[in-house]
T-cell receptor, first 112, second 116 residues
Framework: EDQVTQSPEALRLQEGESSSLNCSYT??????LFWYRQDPGKGPEFLFT???AGEEKEKERLKATLTKKESFLHITAPKPEDSATYLC?????????????FGTGTLLAVQP | NAGVMQNPRHLVRRRGQEARLRCSPM?????VYWYRQLPEEGLKFMVY????????ESGMPKERFSAEFPKEGPSILRIQQVVRGDSAAYFC??????????????FGSGTQLSVL
């Protein structure tokens, strides 16, 4: 069964304190791995798509990496506005849909 | 360009009533997905629709739940005879097409359904 596990469930950082979020996945065939950010009361907002092991993508203070079993979201020198829930999701090959299988997310709190 | 619009934002129903959730996809998008987010759980896929067609409803409960995406107008997720366990945030997402490469999904702000 396709599955996504994220850790830690919650993470508290001081402003400027870099860290990484983990996303472990099991999927029959990976079509793509997605990172989304979700603020309270809002829908997920797209951040990155990774397609193959070894791929990396960056956006401001965020960098996403991918291996055959997991993905990391690295946050460099975070700011309070980076506080949010970060969601990881996978799309499996085959089938007729682009449906995403989500993890339960990592709640990130960055304190000034 | 307006994003994915969902209404209402909050919906309160008593047990046994019907709930209708609406979703207007982004302009130019013809694919709609519905997800449900229960407290302490991740987003769970429910149904995928194209205009006038249900493509994949594998995540939708067989009873009481239905979805449509008519030729004109928004997509509707309908829950009949709601129970307390239906209380959740329901998110709609859209994408422009079903190309060979992955299409990222654009999400609405969700409808929070509360069943009393």
């Amino acid at each position: 069964e396709d599955q996504v596990t994220q850790s830690p469930e919650a993470l508290r950082l001081q402003e400027g304190e870099s860290s990484s979020l983990n996303c472990s996945y099991t999927v029959s065939g990976l079509r793509g791995l997605f990172w989304y950010r979700q603020d309270p009361g809002k829908g997920p907002e797209f951040l990155f798509t990774l397609y193959s092991a070894g791929e990396e993508k960056e956006k401001e203070r965020l960098k996403a990496t991918l291996t055959k079993k997991e993905s990391f979201l690295h946050i460099t020198a975070p700011k309070p506005e980076d506080s949010a829930t970060y969601l990881c999701a996978v799309q499996a090959k085959g089938g007729a849909t682009n449906k995403l299988i989500f993890g339960t997310g990592t709640l990130l709190a960055v304190q000034p | 360009n307006a994003g994915v619009m969902q209404n209402p934002r909050h919906l309160v129903r008593r047990r046994g009533q019907e709930a209708r959730l609406r979703c207007s996809p982004m302009k130019g998008h013809s694919h709609v997905y519905w997800y449900r987010q229960l407290p302490e759980e991740g987003l769970k896929f429910m149904v995928y629709l194209q205009k006038e067609n249900i493509i994949d409803e594998s995540g939708m409960p067989k009873e009481r739940f239905s979805a449509e995406f008519p030729k004109e107008g928004p997509s509707i997720l309908r829950i009949q005879q709601v129970v307390r366990g239906d209380s959740a945030a329901y998110f709609c997402a859209s994408s422009p097409n079903q190309g060979a490469n992955n299409e990222k999904l654009f999400f609405g702000s969700g409808t929070q359904l509360s069943v009393l």
